[in-house]
């Protein structure tokens, strides 16, 4: 009885981990993003690089994140 409760155990932890890593990539894969080509120069304002990217670009949002070593204009949108 002891050891048929410790399979139990670990099987149910393995599924646990299993769905978790699962769920955390299927939501990564539901987002792209993509460099901006309209915006110019260092992002430095996450207002400015979301207004390029809706207005001019079609996309719903845009942040300011590191490329290399330089903050760029990521657009981003549900796919």
Same mark, same amino acid.
């Given at each position: ?29 539901? +987002? =792209? ?6 915006? *110019? !120069?260092? @992002? ?7 207004? +390029? =990217? ?6 719903? *949002? !845009?942040? @300011? ?15």
């Amino acid at each position: 009885m002891k050891l048929s409760n410790r399979v139990l155990s670990s099987l149910l932890l393995i599924f646990f981990i299993f769905l978790a890593a699962t769920t955390e990539m299927g939501l990564a894969d539901k +987002i =792209c993003k993509t460099r901006s080509y309209r915006f *110019s !120069g260092v @992002c430095l304002k996450k207002n400015n690089c979301a207004i +390029i =990217c809706r207005q001019f670009e079609k996309f719903e *949002s !845009g942040h @300011c994140e590191f490329v290399g070593a330089f903050l760029r204009c990521l657009c981003t949108k549900a796919s």
